[in-house]
């Protein structure tokens, strides 16, 4: 199956600065996947060059198996929904309607549920809106598009926790009655966890991590319990981050655990804790192993 996004080697340099770095990644499709990665990853970068919107210096990038540079049919395909979207001087109901004229799969019962959802008020200017309020303008847009492939650059800018969940929800709802590829970049790691089927992390440019979510769950864990136990346990494992406290310690290890060693856990009376998502940034954004960085 072809994937929805494929780059090969891509590269962004503005001036001396490295902003994507040789990105080869295949985003496939009907998946939600996280593009997930500290503040200046390169996350925008890259999705601005997915949608035509910026050039790449070199390497390739094909949506839908094409160029999408100025490439109506591939264009016409996607949503990209960025965290400063503008719009024209419109009122909230004016922007729907355009909105409804632009993308083929546009849902008017669904634009006029999240309106609802979001207490949107349809006859306000949006330049009136408040931050939160026109991001979930844009979310309203970008979920209501039902785009084959859905583009979401950290789009909750001001929207409260509870605006956030809702977000959510009708995200999964939606594509769970409408399958599609949906790219969400965030670095609200913890939030989108559960929702993400597959994780591509960027670092400084470069990819660092690109993997089905569940394996991930599993590659990191915790260690704790009395230190010489830990120590004994930890042994020949690689140690990702080490804290002593007193005569206790934890540590992190890189490794999928078999049974037989966390029988071992057990029997040494060890508290086991697989590392989420969000720490597994951390970790990795760190760029080394605690023991390298000592050593
Ligand atoms: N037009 C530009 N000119 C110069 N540098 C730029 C430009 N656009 C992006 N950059 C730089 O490229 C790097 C990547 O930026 P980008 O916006 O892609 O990061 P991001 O992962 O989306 O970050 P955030 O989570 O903070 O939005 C940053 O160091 C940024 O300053």
Same mark, same amino acid.
């Given at each position: 199956?072809?994937?929805?996004?494929?780059?090969?080697?891509?590269? %962004?340099?503005?001036?001396?600065?490295?902003?994507?770095?040789?990105?080869?990644?295949?985003?496939?499709?009907?998946?939600?996947? &996280?593009?997930?990665?500290?503040?200046?990853? &390169?996350?925008?970068?890259?999705? %601005?060059?997915? !949608?035509? @919107?910026?050039?790449?210096?070199?390497?390739?990038?094909?949506?839908? &198996?094409?160029?999408?540079? +100025?490439? +109506?049919? =591939?264009?016409?395909?996607?949503?990209?929904?960025?965290?400063?979207? @503008?719009?024209?001087?419109?009122?909230? %109901?004016?922007?729907?309607?355009?909105?409804?004229?632009?993308?083929?799969?546009?849902?008017?019962?669904?634009? +006029?549920?999240?309106? *609802?959802?979001?207490?949107?008020?349809?006859?306000?200017?949006?330049?009136?809106?408040?931050?939160?309020?026109?991001?979930?303008?844009?979310?309203?847009?970008?979920?209501?598009?039902?785009?084959?492939?859905?583009?979401?650059?950290?789009?909750?800018?001001?929207?409260?926790?509870?605006? %956030? @969940?809702?977000?959510?929800?009708?995200?999964?709802?939606?594509?769970?009655?409408?399958?599609? !590829?949906?790219?969400?970049?965030?670095?609200?790691?913890?939030?989108?966890?559960?929702?993400? +089927?597959?994780?591509?992390?960027?670092?400084?440019?470069?990819?660092?991590?690109?993997?089905?979510?569940?394996?991930?769950?599993? !590659?990191?864990?915790?260690?704790?319990?009395?230190?010489?136990?830990?120590?004994?346990? =930890? !042994?020949?494992?690689?140690?990702?981050? *080490?804290?002593?406290?007193?005569?206790?310690?934890?540590?992190?290890?890189?490794?999928?655990?078999?049974?037989?060693?966390?029988?071992?856990?057990?029997?040494?009376?060890?508290?086991?804790?697989?590392?989420?998502? @969000?720490?597994?940034?951390?970790?990795?954004?760190?760029?080394?192993?605690?023991?390298?960085?000592?050593?």
């Amino acid at each position: 199956m072809t994937p929805t996004i494929s780059t090969t080697g891509l590269t %962004r340099r503005y001036g001396d600065h490295l902003a994507l770095g040789d990105v080869s990644v295949d985003i496939e499709e009907g998946k939600i996947t &996280g593009l997930l990665g500290r503040n200046g990853a &390169g996350k925008s970068t890259f999705l %601005r060059i997915v !949608t035509a @919107q910026e050039f790449a210096s070199t390497g390739s990038v094909r949506v839908f &198996g094409e160029n999408p540079v +100025e490439n +109506e049919r =591939v264009l016409r395909r996607l949503v990209l929904v960025r965290e400063d979207q @503008q719009f024209p001087d419109f009122k909230v %109901r004016h922007a729907l309607t355009a909105a409804s004229w632009f993308y083929p799969n546009w849902d008017a019962e669904l634009a +006029e549920s999240l309106l *609802r959802d979001f207490d949107l008020p349809t006859k306000r200017p949006i330049k009136k809106l408040s931050r939160g309020m026109r991001s979930a303008l844009s979310i309203t847009i970008g979920l209501a598009a039902r785009a084959e492939l859905t583009l979401l650059d950290e789009p909750y800018a001001g929207l409260d926790a509870v605006a %956030r @969940q809702l977000f959510y929800d009708r995200l999964l709802d939606d594509y769970s009655a409408h399958p599609r !590829t949906i790219l969400l970049s965030t670095h609200l790691i913890d939030e989108v966890a559960d929702l993400l +089927e597959h994780v591509v992390m960027i670092d400084k440019g470069r990819v660092v991590l690109d993997a089905p979510a569940d394996e991930l769950r599993g !590659t990191a864990v915790t260690v704790s319990g009395p230190a010489l136990a830990v120590d004994d346990f =930890v !042994t020949g494992r690689r140690v990702l981050h *080490r804290r002593k406290i007193g005569s206790r310690a934890s540590v992190t290890v890189a490794d999928a655990l078999a049974p037989a060693d966390k029988a071992k856990a057990k029997a040494l009376h060890l508290k086991l804790e697989p590392l989420s998502l @969000q720490q597994l940034m951390v970790h990795t954004s760190n760029g080394q192993t605690a023991e390298e960085a000592s050593a």
